[in-house]
């Protein structure tokens, strides 16, 4: 169920006025959801949802309770208000606690496509025909997912503040595999916007990477060059950006922790060439104008040419710590350089291009000692070109030293993410000593 601006107010202003706590936080979220799979020349699934969900937050005596519905008809709503009153009573105090936000204001943020049409499944269906034509052409199976989406998210409190943001989504995710099953591909790409989509490109890159008849190679575990594909760095940075835990910093508990107390803010921990940073108003990857608790999202660096610029900062934490409360972002821009992916690869006498990576977990999270498998696309590189197709492989790497280390920089674009509001924006990358330390059976 999508709500517009208006209704979504009108629910929470008649939860606020029945509420009989100190205070009250009403988050009203839904939206339509669409997604079809398809494999070796047709669809084989198609699903389209509609949902809604209203919590209540009731804040009495430093104590919260919350209850969340689905059922958004008068008498579901007033009885979750009074069952979340009902729970805040019986919690111990939260030593945390912060009340609710009154009025902010908010930076613009363009991530809704006005072309509802364009995310529905007959949309979906042509750009899924397009990989599987592309897949006849290359003669190569092709499989994948499209997905659109437009969601809403409404907050509300007691204390005046009402925000509400909206956003449309368009994913395409396309593998193929050569006749032998021996090798696969991959490419996609996630928009707000139907238009800047291009089916037709994904299609190309999932295919040519595939074409491989030749049987793959095995590569020794141990430390190689590597070519970055933009979506196995996004991948990382996310690590990288996830740790940025100011309370976890200030604790001791992180990799920007200070070994003598404090924070790393300020201190030079990647290569020069790192900048991350979100902005609402960027074009490629805009941050959400709403963050965590209705903090507003600004433009911002987290690392600025190798030096930590920020933490996040709960609104508990900074109160704790008179400092600015900074909402967690899930989108993210690395700034790219100058290199095109086929420089980088004609730089490398010997190593590995990477596509892309998953099935990932933090190893050790002082030291950001991430573990995790490539997928859909290795390649060895000798003397400056592409010579074959190579196994996949797990990594055991620590971010820090991934990115204190890199050579070069692409330029940045847009990379695949699943639907869900995750926008980054990453360059291709050239960095070396990446520790491959098993071999992996899987292509």
């Given amino acids: 169920m999508f709500l517009s601006s208006d209704d979504a107010k009108s629910i929470a202003e008649k939860i606020l006025e029945r509420s009989e706590a100190d205070a009250c936080v009403v988050k009203i979220d839904g939206g339509e959801d669409y997604s079809l799979r398809f494999a070796r020349g047709g669809a084989t699934t198609n699903i389209a949802t509609s949902d809604a969900a209203?919590?209540?937050s009731s804040h009495i005596g430093g104590r919260v309770g919350s209850v969340a519905t689905a059922n958004l008809d008068g008498a579901a709503l007033e009885a979750a208000r009074a069952r979340s009153e009902e729970i805040a009573r019986m919690l111990p105090v939260d030593p945390d606690y912060v009340p609710p936000l009154g009025?902010?204001?908010?930076?613009?943020?363009?991530?809704?496509?006005?072309?509802?049409a364009s995310l529905k499944l007959d949309a979906l269906a042509a750009q899924a025909a397009r990989v599987i034509e592309e897949g006849g052409r290359s003669n190569v199976d092709t499989f994948g997912c499209a997905s659109g989406a437009r969601r809403f998210e409404a907050l509300a409190t007691s204390n005046g503040l009402f925000a509400y943001e909206r956003r449309s989504e368009i994913d395409l995710s396309a593998t193929a595999r050569n006749k032998s099953d021996t090798w696969s591909g991959w490419a996609g790409a996630h928009e707000f916007f139907s238009a800047r989509l291009d089916a037709e490109a994904i299609a190309r890159r999932a295919c040519a990477k595939a074409a491989y008849d030749v049987e793959p190679v095995d590569l020794e575990p141990g430390d190689y060059t590597v070519v970055l594909e933009?979506?196995?760095?996004?991948?990382?940075?996310?690590w990288v950006m996830s740790a940025m835990d100011a309370r976890a910093a200030d604790e001791g508990r992180s990799f920007y922790a200070r070994p003598g107390g404090g924070t790393m803010i300020g201190e030079k921990l990647f290569d020069e060439k790192l900048t991350i940073r979100i902005d609402p108003a960027n074009p490629l990857a805009p941050e959400g104008a709403v963050g965590w608790e209705g903090v507003p999202h600004r433009a911002r660096a987290f690392i600025d040419k190798g030096v930590v610029s920020?933490?996040?900062?709960?609104?508990?934490?900074?109160?704790?710590?008179?400092?600015?409360?900074?909402?967690f972002a899930r989108n993210f821009i690395i700034e790219g350089g100058d290199a095109s992916l086929d420089d980088m690869i004609r730089a490398v006498k010997r190593g590995v291009l990477v596509t892309r990576i998953w099935y990932e977990?933090?190893?050790?999270?002082?030291s950001l000692l991430l573990t995790g498998l490539t997928r859909d696309g290795n390649f060895l590189i000798k003397n400056g070109r592409v010579t074959a197709p190579v196994r996949n492989?797990?990594?055991?790497?620590?971010?820090?030293e991934l990115?204190?280390?890199?050579?070069?920089?692409g330029k940045t674009e847009r990379v695949w993410r699943a639907v869900g509001g995750g926008a980054p924006a990453a360059p291709p990358m050239l960095a070396e000593r990446f520790h491959f330390s098993s071999k992996s059976s899987g292509i």
Avoid at 361 to 366: A, R
Avoid at 403 to 409: C, G, H, K, P
């Fill in 361 to 366: 977990n933090m190893v050790e999270p002082k």
């Fill in 393 to 400: 492989m797990r990594f055991n790497q620590r971010l820090g």
């Fill in 54 to 56: 209203v919590r209540i």
């Fill in 230 to 238: 933009p979506v196995a760095v996004a991948e990382l940075a996310s």
């Fill in 103 to 116: 009025p902010q204001e908010y930076d613009a943020s363009a991530r809704y496509d006005d072309n509802a």
């Fill in 310 to 327: 920020t933490l996040y900062r709960s609104r508990s934490w900074a109160q704790k710590t008179n400092a600015e409360p900074i909402p």
């Fill in 403 to 409: 990115f204190a280390n890199i050579v070069a920089l």
